[in-house]
């Protein structure tokens, strides 16, 4: 896995303040979608506290009609509420899941904290089943924590 290859460059990204932090989330999921094989969807959704939803901020991949969720909805509203990672090997034994696209096979969501707080999260769709171990879910936490700091 090239993950930590990616860190560095994960890091520059952010760092560009000549950027909006809006095309930076573009460009992180643009990175991860592009670096690693089994990434075939990559997106930040962060939560509007107040509506109780969640929203497609940057992402890189298919276009989703899925831009708004609510909280508790689909894996990623179940994040929003448990403030837990979320891997799904196999997304047709899970009941509440919101389709995106026939080809996905997996989804892991990983929770974005600020300052102790569930404000988002990244959320990935692979086409391959059962992709995802816990040095994906290390990497994905050191990202939304990179992240969180230029919040
Ligand atoms: N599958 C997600 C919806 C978002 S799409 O993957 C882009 C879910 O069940 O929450």
């Known amino acids: 896995m090239p993950f930590d290859s990616l860190r560095p460059k994960?890091?520059?990204?952010?760092?560009?303040?000549?950027?909006s932090v809006d095309q930076r989330l573009t460009e992180i999921c643009e990175l991860l979608q592009a670096s690693i094989g089994y990434y075939d969807w990559v997106g930040f959704y962060f939560a509007n506290e107040e509506t109780r939803t969640l929203h497609l901020r940057a992402f890189a991949g298919e276009p989703t009609e899925h831009t708004v969720i609510p909280f508790g909805?689909?894996?990623c509203?179940?994040?929003?509420?448990?403030n837990?990672?979320?891997?799904?090997?196999?997304?047709?034994?899970?009941?509440?899941?919101?389709?995106?696209n026939m080809y996905v096979k997996a989804e892991i969501v990983i929770?974005?904290?600020?300052?102790?707080?569930?404000?988002?999260?990244?959320?990935?769709d692979s086409h391959m089943a059962d992709p995802?171990?816990?040095?994906?879910e290390r990497f994905l936490e050191w990202v939304n924590q990179e992240v969180a700091d230029i919040l």
Do not use: H, M, R, W
């Open 10 to 19: 994960v890091s520059t990204i952010l760092a560009n303040e000549n950027e």
């Open 73 to 75: 909805k689909g894996i």
């Open 77 to 82: 509203g179940q994040v929003a509420e448990s």
């Open 84 to 100: 837990e990672n979320f891997v799904v090997a196999d997304v047709k034994a899970q009941n509440n899941y919101i389709a995106c």
């Open 111 to 124: 929770p974005l904290f600020k300052d102790g707080k569930n404000i988002g999260q990244i959320d990935i």
């Open 132 to 136: 995802f171990s816990s040095e994906d």
